[in-house]
């Protein structure tokens, strides 16, 4: 069952004060932890002058974000830099206008398991050793907005997975991912993804823009690797009734450096398209990102035998 969140936040305002704002999350099919899902701080200027604040919102000096689950409070990302940092910067909002800044709930918390979470959020428009750069004839608005509790639910994406075979009956289409159970400390790994149609009609689909990849490390959380887009032609795959297309993509063992040895799997995830067309999981295959014995002895046999002329030894 889908579900939209929309959530009002309330300003505990005082005489100079008059700022209304609201918190969004926009309308998805279905949330799972490890997507990037927008958080969207709107603003909107109440009084006939136009007001400034300081928008560092990703950097979680200027805005909070509380998050319950069970009762229990989520720790905080710390203060600093997030991943889509934007370095601070003076907003102006103009009478009756409403200004909106997009962040991710991933740059506030980090959520480790499925469930019903309770969200609080609160923004000071200009903290008390800020000093932000606006003509002196702006007024700087200085109250904290304290947003009402509201919830939202994620599913972990071992639930997304198991909920494959309604999904496949629902959207009409069978996803089938197969390729090696490890990868190769060389060449690259050769992976293949079959898309059937299970219907009496045809169907469309976006190949790769409508897949994204996911590696789930052992805890069975979506690794930072597979928020990597698949390289490939873009093209509109035509399904006929009962029909399939098969295509193809590869991993390098330099796309996993960063990343720890040890036992993943892989699965693609096809977005969605409306209500009637819900996002649809392939199957997991298992990934081994390991450098086995004989690996290491063949790296360092070809190391040791020296670079080639005029180019660098691969290995």
């Not at 100079?16 to 918190?23: F, G, K, R, S």
């Not at 007001?51 to 919102?57: N, S, V």
């Not at 805005?63 to 889509?84: D, H, Y």
């Not at 995830?269 to 690996?295: H, K, M, Q, V, Y």
């Amino acid at each position: 069952m889908g579900f939209q969140l929309a959530v009002l936040v309330n300003f505990s305002v005082g005489a100079d004060d008059h700022v209304a704002a609201t918190l969004r999350i926009p309308p998805a099919e279905r949330y799972v932890i490890g997507d990037d899902i927008p958080l969207i701080w709107s603003f909107s200027n109440r009084t006939a002058t136009p007001l400034a604040f300081l928008w560092e919102g990703c950097c979680r000096l200027n805005g909070r974000l509380t998050v319950t689950s069970e009762g229990q409070v989520l720790p905080p990302i710390p203060p600093g830099s997030a991943l889509a940092h934007q370095f601070a910067r003076a907003e102006r909002i103009e009478p009756g206008a409403v200004r909106e800044f997009s962040t991710l709930l991933s740059d506030w918390v980090s959520l480790r398991s499925g469930g019903r979470y309770r969200l609080r959020g609160a923004y000071t428009g200009v903290l008390s050793n800020q000093q932000p750069q606006v003509p002196k004839s702006l007024s700087l608005w200085r109250g904290t907005a304290q947003a009402e509790d509201i919830s939202v639910a994620v599913l972990t994406p071992e639930a997304y997975l198991a909920e494959r075979a309604q999904r496949e009956q629902r959207r009409g289409l069978r996803l089938e991912l197969r390729g090696p159970p490890r990868l190769g400390p060389l060449e690259p790994t050769a992976m293949e993804l079959t898309v059937s149609n299970l219907t009496a009609r045809e169907q469309r689909l976006v190949w790769p823009g409508d897949v994204q990849v996911w590696i789930l490390a052992a805890d069975g959380l979506r690794a930072d690797l597979s928020l990597r887009a698949i390289e490939a032609m873009t093209e509109e795959l035509v399904l006929p009734p009962g029909g399939s297309a098969h295509r193809s993509f590869a991993f390098t063992a330099s796309e996993f450096e960063r990343l720890p040895l040890g036992d993943y799997r892989c699965f693609i995830d096809l977005t969605a398209r409306g209500d009637d067309c819900p996002r649809l999981p392939s199957n997991a295959i298992p990934l081994r990102w390991r450098l086995e014995e004989e690996d290491v002895v063949s790296l360092l046999s070809a190391a040791a035998r020296g670079g080639r002329t005029g180019a660098r030894n691969a290995p």
